[in-house]
């Protein structure tokens, strides 16, 4: 399919020169066309400074990227889109002052009354190394409870990934198919 190759090649030059902005961007455009694909149903997080809400920004927290349901009734899940270099898909780092923002985020959801029941955040891991074909989700609870290390220069969680894990999600497979 033409518009895959030309995408992965996009998504190629991006992770070797491009800014964290159109890394970011990139990431974001995936998991959207992701959730599309799925006929999943979803929500935009808006990400302005204007649309911060005052409560959330005093605390400190950081948006993810979308809100999506698997089914009608169950719950709310939050997910942010992460292009981030693996490590050869050995491993996924970010730093302690970004995931302690995504904590202060579900903290807020729950101090405000948003979404009862059960409030997931997950990060969809697009390896740089694979061009964006394929992610991993992975809960920010995993990663709170990662190894600590220092990680540019900073105080981070390292989480090891595998290929052999069985655990990878193709961009472009319907699941359930």
Known sequence: MQSERMQKLVAAVIASGGTREQKGGLGEM?????LVLQD????????????????????????PDFKMWINESGPAYY???KFHDTE???AFHM??????QYEIYREWLNAEGIDSGPRQLCF????HELSGSEFLLIELDAMLNAEEVIWKDKPARKLPISRDSGAWVKQYEILGA
């Open 124 to 127: 969809m891991l697009y390896p």
């Open 40 to 63: 999943l149903r979803y929500e935009e997080i808006p990400q302005t400074p204007e649309t911060m809400p005052q409560t959330l920004k005093e605390r400190g927290g950081k948006r």
């Open 95 to 100: 730093a302690m002052d970004e995931l302690r």
């Open 88 to 90: 050869t898909l050995t």
């Open 30 to 34: 995936r998991a959207k066309a992701w």
């Open 79 to 81: 997910m942010d889109a």
